[in-house]
């Protein structure tokens, strides 16, 4: 089984809502990190989180972290059309140098 | 964008013959990863590498194996494809593996016949 579950697998919301998700994790980790998928296309960087942080921002992201519940949010806040994509969240296991992911959630933002 | 190349982008191939992708990198990183995406699974490792002739396993390697002679190429075999292995199958790079981004190829869409 995956290291990183997602939930909901799906979303749909529409523009100028905010979106959330969420990740649960087994293991220990160094870090998480969440990334982006647009359709048929490789996977987007957009923001890292690491275990000794609670909370973290980059533009319209909100990323959170409880390492004592081993699970982690996303917060996109003002959807955009754009925002249309697939959403992984990542780990780094604390005993290995795996960088593993979960099933996604799917998010529809529509205009 | 970083540089990280994987070819061939798209094959098709028959059960039972072996397949080779390649993925090749000009950032110099250190590690590697070989994920392949099916519906429903999300993404799973296959294999990776933490450095030349350095690898591992993932969760799904059966039927997979992999080589790492040069940090710029990291080459992922299906010994004797089968129906089961057809996806698409993306590779990416990192410099570390707690502390950095990984960056990740456009995918190779492998269908076996």
């Known amino acids: 089984s995956q290291q990183g579950e997602e939930d909901p697998q799906a979303l749909s919301i529409q523009e100028g809502e905010n979106a959330t998700m969420n990740c649960s994790y087994k293991t220990s980790i160094n870090n998480l990190q969440w990334y982006r998928q647009n359709s048929g296309r490789g996977l987007v960087h957009l923001i890292l989180i690491r275990s000794n942080e609670r909370e973290k921002h980059s533009g319209r992201l909100r990323v959170t972290l409880d390492t004592s519940k081993k699970s982690s949010s996303l917060l996109i806040t003002a959807s955009r059309a754009a925002d249309t994509a697939s959403y992984f969240c990542?780990?780094?296991?604390?005993?290995?140098?795996?960088?593993?992911f979960g099933g996604g959630t799917r998010v529809l933002v529509k205009p | 964008d970083a540089g990280i190349t994987q070819s061939p982008r798209h094959k098709v191939t028959e059960t039972g013959t072996p397949v080779t992708l390649r993925c090749h990198q000009t950032e110099n990183h250190r590690y590697m990863y070989w994920y392949r995406q099916d519906p429903g699974h999300g993404l799973r490792l296959i294999h990776y590498?933490?450095?030349?002739?350095?690898?591992d396993k993932g969760e799904v390697s059966d039927g997979y194996s992999v080589s790492r002679s040069k940090t710029e190429d990291f080459l992922l075999t299906l010994e004797s494809a089968t129906s089961s292995q057809t996806s698409v199958y993306f590779c990416?790079?990192?410099?570390?593996?707690?502390?950095?981004?990984?960056?990740f190829g456009q995918g190779t869409r492998l269908t076996v016949v």
């Open positions: 990542a780990t780094d296991e604390a005993a290995g140098n795996k960088l593993t």
């Open positions: 590498s933490y450095g030349v002739k350095d690898t």
């Open positions: 990416a790079i990192s410099e570390s593996s707690n502390l950095d981004e990984a960056f």
